[in-house]
């Protein structure tokens, strides 16, 4: 079967905001402890950050990262994560029902940061806590010094502030299993008073606001219409949720996921914008997808649940999906589906990062290696730059059960006007089919081609793991060429592949 797109550099969709390539790190099974900390490996540093780990999220490309939840957030006392080590407190995690040892706290993780490259996105607790505690926080974090909290910092051991720019309001209050679950009324309440405040102490703040958990919450959509009304004025941006598994076996939905985001987004837009009609403001709401993944979640309720009064384990192995060449297809096409919603979507958070569906694995003691799905992160995020454009695309349809009849092909190109570089990423959701996709490039230019790589694999099954740690990887297409200025590919069935033009 064949495909056709056109690329027009003048038909740009918005500029792609570097905070798209964000990423998440919870405190939650082996992520932080065992995971980017591990005092003993023999890669570690001084402050026990693995750099083996450091280097690969270094090479994955990642930018703001939020922290330090997720739902473990609405149970956590920060100042239990501050202050002298040996008097921090071990805590109950209701959440994941494990032990905090508070070791690696927020100037911990500040450490690291900056050993990645990296800028912090925190999120408040708005579960068992409320505006005096995140105001606590914001003091403790952006107050040069002179008052009880940022000298309390100074005297921790950071002199100047962390100054923090971006900030979570809570996370998925709307999600029955959140500690403090509230109603959207109550909720949007609370967010747009802790909001005030924070923006009372600190102008600038950019905040987020929660949205659903998911597409699929029964309060979908009417609790964005009815947070939004309470915190407009307030926030910035409001968050999105979604994350993807095969169920059942319908394989050609979950090929399709993108669909479901790209409707999710749009459906948000639609609902705040709804309310910016109502409300008569000039300001626009973005969208903030700070938890995006594949994730087995039938898995982790069934397999991996810590439960038990007496267990509350430190760093359980708890939700360390391995991905294969499938869910590495279906996660790059969610970084298209992203893309494509550039001009709303400026800001997003890959959850998670390591060992906790993330895209890098530790073993303790052991080896550091690259799930499949750091292939599409780390060469999107490498690629992607200056402005997505809107393109002309012609694909044959495939049924789906979820989502009725949607595209084949799906794709997003990118162009840069600084560089004069440009990319054009694309998946094939065909089970069978190869597609022979011409890409008309004339109005770029003379392009030249610099790389064309696809993940595909015979056995669609296979991932990375500590036994075969490169087992998958991206291979060069070369059936990739430039002929009059269209670019023509074969893009193997269940493939994702990302062109590099010069
Ligand atoms: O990323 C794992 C969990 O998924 C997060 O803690 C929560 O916010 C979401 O439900």
Redesign the pocket.
């Known amino acids: 079967i064949s495909a056709h797109l056109t690329v027009d550099p003048h038909f740009r969709i918005g500029a792609i905001d570097r905070r798209l390539f964000g990423g998440?790190v919870?405190h939650?099974g082996r992520h932080v402890y065992d995971g980017i900390y591990e005092p003993g490996h023999p890669s570690a540093d001084a402050d026990g950050f693995r750099q083996d780990v450091v280097a690969l999220v270094k090479e994955l490309g990642v930018s703001t990262i939020r922290y330090p939840?997720?739902?473990?957030v609405s149970g956590f006392r920060w100042e239990d994560s501050v202050g002298p080590r040996a008097e921090r407190p071990r805590r109950l995690d209701l959440?994941w029902h494990s032990t905090e040892t508070n070791e690696v706290g927020l100037h911990e993780f500040q450490t690291w940061l900056e050993q990645v490259g990296s800028e912090l996105m925190l999120a408040v607790n708005l579960g068992t806590r409320g505006v005096a505690e995140a105001l606590d926080l914001l003091e403790y974090t952006n107050i040069r010094g002179g008052t009880a909290l940022s000298e309390s910092r100074r005297a921790n051991g950071r002199d100047l502030p962390f100054d923090v720019r971006m900030w979570c309001l809570g996370?998925?209050m709307d999600?029955p299993?959140q500690l403090g679950h509230r109603s959207a009324d109550d909720y949007g309440k609370l967010a747009t008073q802790t909001a005030k405040a924070m923006r009372q102490l600190d102008p600038e703040l950019q905040l987020v606001v929660c949205g659903s958990?998911s597409r699929a919450m029964p309060t979908f959509g009417e609790w964005e219409r009815v947070v939004l009304t309470h915190a407009y004025d307030d926030v910035d941006y409001i968050s999105c949720?979604a994350?993807y598994e095969e169920k059942a076996g319908d394989r050609a939905s979950f090929l399709a996921s993108g669909v479901d985001m790209d409707r999710f987004i749009e459906e948000v837009v639609a609902t705040a914008d709804h309310v910016k009609a109502v409300r008569g403001s000039d300001k626009t709401i973005d969208i903030s997808f700070d938890?995006w993944n594949v994730?087995y979640i039938e898995r982790y309720h069934g397999v991996d649940k810590v439960t038990g009064i007496d267990n509350w384990p430190i760093a359980p192995r708890i939700?360390e999906d391995h991905y294969s060449v499938l869910d590495a297809v279906v996660f790059g096409s969610l970084m298209i589906s992203l893309l494509k919603h550039a001009d709303r979507v400026t800001s997003a958070s890959l959850?998670?990062l390591v060992n906790?569906?993330a895209p890098i694995m530790t073993e303790p003691g052991g080896p550091a290696w690259r799930q499949t799905t750091f292939f599409p992160f780390a060469t999107t995020s490498r690629l992607a730059r200056g402005a997505a454009l809107q393109l002309k695309l012609e694909a044959p349809l495939y049924d789906t059960a979820q989502y009725g009849a949607v595209p084949v092909v799906d794709s997003v190109a990118t162009h840069d006007d600084a560089s004069g570089a440009s990319a054009v990423f694309l998946v094939n959701r065909s089970q069978d089919e190869s597609v022979t996709m011409t890409v008309d490039l004339a109005t770029l230019g003379a392009v030249r081609l610099v790389a064309a790589e696809t993940l595909s694999d015979d056995e669609l099954d296979v991932a990375n793991t500590l036994d075969d740690p490169e087992r998958v990887a991206l291979h060069p297409n070369t059936s990739a060429r430039i002929v009059d200025g269209v670019l023509t590919v074969e893009l193997p069935p269940v493939s994702w592949t990302a062109i590099e033009l010069a």
């Not at 939840?69 to 473990?72: C, E, I, S």
């Open positions: 998440f919870e939650l939840g997720g739902n473990f959440a996370n998925e999600g299993w958990s949720h994350y938890e994730w939700l959850a998670q906790v569906i």
